[in-house]
């Protein structure tokens, strides 16, 4: 049976392209993006979604009275798409605990700095303020803390001294293209082993 992938997108949602895409070419194995849920109606990610046929689903935030009654709602689409693997691409809501009762280590999440460095939401920023002169990409599983969770991959990227936020985070988008399906790939293939904080990948 194939692995059931549902993502989870606020924005232009170009990581979930890259996904749609590695599984065309066969570099995610043996499973299908079953759901596509935004809390923005805009959210470009819906629109690549619905060109798929896949199938989507916009949550507004104040048809909720609290983020724990969100969290449960979009679990419960969550369930009924029997998903197995929740991927987050740009998901701008912090997930609440209630994520967790269902989706223990099955939350993946991409982030646009080198972990532990710079958590949050300017990551890119916040890294190109502070003068680092390398930056990249991390792939963790997602836990109660904000970018906490488990590293799963990394990789790194340049600064340049001419860099702004845009030209920094699309360099670093360049590479997330690769690495999150990569990721998403040991996932469904049963090669990452939770060794405490540390993940252990069995090539
Ligand atoms: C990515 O840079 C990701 O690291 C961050 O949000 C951005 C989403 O980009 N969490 P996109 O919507 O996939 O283009």
Known sequence: MKKKIAVL???????LQAIL????????LDSEVVLVISDRKEAYALERAKRRNIPIKYLRA???????EFDRKVV???EEAQTDLVVLAGYMRIITPV???SFKQRVLNIHPSLLPAFPGGHGVA???A?????SGCTVHF??????????????AVPVYDDDTVETLHERIRQLEHKLYPKAINLWVQGKIKLMGRRCVINE
């Open 126 to 128: 916040d890294a190109l």
């Open 9 to 15: 997108a606020s924005g232009s949602g170009s990581n």
């Open 76 to 78: 419960c689409l969550l």
């Open 62 to 68: 104040k048809d909720y009275a609290s983020r724990e």
């Open 21 to 28: 895409d590695a599984l065309d070419r066969g570099e995610i």
């Open 99 to 101: 994520f967790f009762l």
């Open 142 to 155: 997602v836990d109660e803390g904000m970018d906490t969770g488990p590293i799963l991959l990394q990789e």
């Open 130 to 134: 502070y003068g680092v002169k390398v």
